[in-house]
């Protein structure tokens, strides 16, 4: 019996190893995003637009204090998506991009609805975290045209 106790808790933790997600612009090597590609449960899609990673003007810090000296540049329709779980953090650390341009996050549902959105014009970091409603198909856009993107966390 403590064997298939210890067995279960161990699937457990290992589900819940696997739902966490994390991408950070700091993992990658600088230059252009020339493909969709799916990061650890995270997926991001060019769509029409581009992604470039580039070096950060002025280091960020985020919500717990980590700090970041790179950034993903997403432009146009670029967007990151994920399958999601009732309860599960999502979290998304942003900066207005070189070019000075106000930006806009939105994370959306399946429906498209706009469930929680941050914006910011004063070259101020974006701490998006929203707990998510329901399981299904999440999009988290920049529908303002371009944004600095430090790191997007699913836990």
Do not use: H
Not at 118 to 140: I, M, N, W
């Amino acid at each position: 019996m403590k064997r298939v106790i210890a067995l279960l808790s161990v699937f457990l933790v290992l589900g819940f190893a696997l739902a966490a997600a994390d991408v950070a612009a700091d993992s990658f090597p600088a230059g252009a995003v020339t493909e969709d590609m799916a990061l650890d449960g995270i997926n991001l899609s060019l769509g029409t637009g581009s992604v470039t990673v580039e070096a950060a003007l002025d280091a960020a810090v985020s919500a717990d204090g980590t700090q970041y000296s790179q950034v993903f540049v997403i432009s146009g329709d670029a967007s990151f998506s994920f399958d999601g779980t009732s309860g599960q953090k999502l979290s998304v650390t942003a900066a207005v991009p070189s070019d000075g341009t106000a930006f806009e996050v939105l994370v959306a549902g399946a429906d498209t609805s706009e469930l929680v959105g941050g914006e910011t014009t004063d070259g101020a970091v974006v701490y998006v975290d929203y707990t998510l409603p329901s399981d299904g198909a999440y999009t988290v856009t920049f529908p303002s045209g371009t944004a600095s993107v430090y790191q997007i966390t699913l836990d």
